[in-house]
């Protein structure tokens, strides 16, 4: 049994190891070349592997990007959980948060600028790309009304729901223009108006 045991682990580690080698090459690749000119024989040359190997993993490249996408997800999940768990234990004003959400966000882009770029592209025409693209959206959404549901009783909006849909929609569109366009406007610039614009919104001040 223990002899079994010894001989299974190390199969299981190589697995996991060309399992995690396919999709980090692939995600080289991908943000390198872009996801429509990379093919599956390229990955399986790139990482070192036979295409039949590549195959046992995953059935075609859609599931590599999928799970490429699963991972950044999580990561984006996990970011921003940390991000609102410190807010509402923070006793700094809506300036404060929304400046710190809009730059955590823009951070979260820039470092995977090309993976967004290729999302975007993708986006638009695979409904599990758009899917997931949208969950992220949600969730930064969500942040901004939990955050709203703490200051309730400071704010001059009646619908948070719809404030924190608004809101988002405000943050989202400069924030995109920040991380993926040049500016002739600094980003300490528009992050200030925008803020203020949110706070006069929000407080009517």
């Known amino acids: 049994m223990k002899q079994d045991q010894s001989i299974h682990e190390p199969k299981q580690k190589r697995s996991a190891l ?15 070349k872009g996801y429509y000119q990379v093919s599956t024989n390229e990955i399986a040359r790139a990482a070192n592997i036979s ?7 995953f059935p075609n490249k859609e599931t590599i990007f999928l799970e490429i996408l699963d991972r950044y997800h999580q990561s984006f ?13 923070s006793s700094k004003d809506l300036k404060h948060f929304l400046r710190g959400l809009m730059e955590m966000i823009i951070k ?3 470092n995977s600028r090309e993976l967004n770029r290729e999302i975007q592209i993708l986006s638009l025409s695979d409904p599990a790309v758009a899917a997931l693209l949208e969950k992220q959206q949600e ?29 988002f929609s405000l943050i989202n569109s400069v924030v ?8 002739k406007i600094n980003r ?15 407080l009517g001040k």
Do not use: M, P
Request: hydrophobic share 40%; glycine share 2%.
């Open 18 to 32: 060309t399992r995690e080698k396919i999709v980090d090459t692939s995600r080289e690749l991908f943000c390198k």
């Open 51 to 57: 295409i039949g190997n590549l195959y046992f993993y």
């Open 77 to 89: 999940l996990k970011i921003h959980e940390g991000f609102l768990r410190d807010a509402e234990n």
């Open 108 to 110: 979260n882009h820039e």
């Open 139 to 167: 969730q930064t959404e969500v942040t901004v009304f939990r955050y709203f549901e703490k200051y309730r009783d400071q704010l001059q909006v009646q619908d948070l729901e719809a404030a924190a849909a608004i809101t």
């Open 176 to 183: 995109d223009q920040i991380a993926f366009s040049k500016n």
């Open 188 to 202: 300490k610039r528009l992050l200030t108006e925008t803020v203020n614009a949110v706070e006069i919104y929000l």
